[in-house]
């Protein structure tokens, strides 16, 4: 089975541009959830999208935006770029997302690198 | 905001020493994995305990989940430099929110030297 694919995989941009980055998630999987790794702030969550419609959102400002569409595929957008917003994005499938249950796992693609000049 | 602590940062052993990385929280998770992460690469999803003070080994890794369900530890036995790379424990949490659905800690670097 795939696992989850992120396009691209390489980015650099200058400030003031936006950026569309691109996640495939799992086959089956409903649930896309974003995060930015930065080596001072670890991990942080960007938003979870679940059949098209966004669940929750992290602390970010609202140049980050992004969506998903009917086949789970995901997006996200960054506008107005700063040198700030130059991270590892990490875009991670889940089957239904948190069912309150016990258990949840996600699976992680590789990465899209963005580096902004 | 919930945190969760990793111990220590860094890590540099050799080759057959045993080591043990804690995770640590004042909140009480729902379930705690772990993930290993190699440069340039999205975080790899190595294990998922659920109950309190359960154990589960993976080969040369053991995972330990603490009775209260506020820590977590992962021992590896005879490391091997295969093992290097950034493990990082997250906690499940029983709603969403602005922190997700999971709650990452820093991560705990490790290298292990030939």
């Known amino acids: 089975k795939a696992g989850v694919t992120q396009t691209p995989r390489y980015l650099i941009k200058t400030r003031g541009q936006q950026v569309t980055l691109s996640c495939s998630p799992i086959?089956?999987?409903?649930?896309v959830s974003w995060y930015q790794q930065t080596p001072g702030q670890g991990l942080q969550f960007l938003f979870e999208?679940?059949?098209?419609?966004?669940?929750n959102k992290g602390n970010f400002p609202g140049r980050f935006s992004g969506r998903q569409f009917s086949n789970s595929r995901s997006e996200m957008n960054v506008s107005t770029l700063e040198l700030g917003d130059s991270a590892l994005y990490l875009c991670?499938?889940?089957?239904?997302?948190?069912?309150?249950?016990?258990?949840?796992?996600?699976?992680f693609g590789p990465g899209t690198r963005l580096t902004v000049t | 905001t919930q945190l969760l602590e990793q111990s220590p940062q860094f890590l540099s052993i050799q080759e057959g020493e045993n080591l043990t990385v804690y995770c640590n929280s004042s909140s009480v998770f729902s379930s705690l994995q772990w993930y290993r992460q190699e440069p340039g690469e999205g975080p790899v999803l190595l294990v998922t305990?659920?109950?309190?003070?359960e154990v589960k080994k993976l080969k040369r890794l053991t995972f330990q989940f603490g009775d209260a369900r506020k820590d977590s530890s992962l021992h590896i036995t005879a490391a091997q430099p295969g093992d290097t790379g950034l493990y990082l424990c997250?906690?499940?949490?029983?709603?969403?929110?602005?922190?997700?659905?999971?709650?990452f800690g820093k991560g705990t670097k490790l290298s292990v030297k030939p």
């Open positions: 086959s089956g999987h409903r649930s």
């Open positions: 997250a906690g499940g949490l029983n709603y969403g929110g602005s922190q997700g659905n999971l709650i």
């Open positions: 999208y679940f059949s098209e419609t966004q669940r």
């Open positions: 991670a499938s889940s089957l239904l997302g948190w069912s309150g249950l016990g258990s949840y796992e996600q699976y």
């Open positions: 305990v659920v109950t309190g003070g």
